[in-house]
């Protein structure tokens, strides 16, 4: 999987060796679909994370003006939310339902702190 990070004068909630950790953590189900993976300043849809199932490419749109914790935690779930969407097939383009997204909270809720737990060494490296 190519990852295409944007210029930004600040910086995105997930860097380029964040995503790559995640997707080395993740059931590799997960990345398969995915050729191109941008980082990027504008997502093409109204979602964080956007996916193009005909380019095989995610867009995830997450700018922050600080690094925190909260918005790295925020950052993950929106990730996760994006990959199960592609996994269940979901429709890209348009705002997920809240009763959809509720569907999506087991699914994050078993793989954030993962996640975030291999984030914490990695910056302690």
Known sequence: MKIVVYNYQKQFALSRK?????????????????????IT??????????????????????????????????????????????KEKDDFGYYIKGSKKEEYRTFVKKLKDKCLFELEKLKAR
């Open 18 to 38: 964040q995503i790559e950790l995640i997707k080395e953590i993740l059931p590799k189900e997960y990345f398969i679909p995915i050729q191109e993976f941008h």
């Open 41 to 86: 300043t504008g997502s093409p849809g109204q979602e964080q994370f956007e996916y193009n199932y005909s380019t095989k490419t995610a867009y995830f749109e997450y700018k922050v003006e600080q690094k925190t914790k909260e918005t790295t935690a925020d950052a993950i779930e929106q990730l996760l939310i994006g990959l199960k969407r592609i």
